[in-house]
């Protein structure tokens, strides 16, 4: 999918940069939280993975929900990605966690998502190394993941996002695709080439794709191919 031309203005150029969204001229219609949110960015990224390790996230953790807008924008973001989500059991019940993967090259992206997650709550603060896995034609590559906590109300986006264990756009991704959100899609597998934003959607369907498309229009007035 590819957007292009004067679409790539330099509001959604900034867009592509998490610390640099320009929500000051009311263009999008967020949540109040959310303003917060990106005026604390910066602060977000400089404070210390020790300061994190002096409170316990698991104790915090909201297992069954309502969450807000800013992790749910992280997570549907990224399933639009790379990420997947996983169901697994816990206690006796059937939970959903969220895994995020990214190759060695975008160690410094995944560190930096790990982070955000980590400082609301919603998985470990240990800092995620790479490992090696088999690739395509049996070659050994290395990654870097790691797994939101085990929530129950994740099932929920499980059911949106998964149809007999295979992943599809859900219908209403309109809803869920804030600035944030897509600023993290385009982290997560977008790539500038020439004029053009490409993204490497290549197991989604052609109606996910049409869906998609019309989100994207909708939504930031960007017109997609």
Known sequence: MNLSGSNLSNKFKNLINLTLLDLSNGKYKLEPQMYNYYLNKLLILTTPFELFNKFSKFENFNKIGP???DILSIIFGSLLGNAQAEKVKELNQEETKIQFIQKNIHTEYILFLHKLISFLNYCDSKIPVATSK???KGKIIKVVKFS????????????LWYKNNVKYVPANIG???????LAIWVMDN???????LKFTNKYYTYNCCLILVKALN????????
């Not at 939101?148 to 994740?154: A, D, G, K, N, Q």
């Not at 977008?190 to 053009?196: D, E, F, K, M």
């Open 134 to 136: 088999l690739g395509p």
């Open 218 to 225: 909708e939504n930031f007035n960007l017109k997609a191919c």
């Open 175 to 181: 809803l869920y695709l804030t600035p944030l959100a």
């Open 148 to 159: 939101t906590w085990s929530c129950l109300s994740f099932n929920e986006i499980y059911s």
């Open 67 to 69: 969450h807000n807008i």
């Open 190 to 196: 977008g790539a500038l080439v020439g004029n053009s």
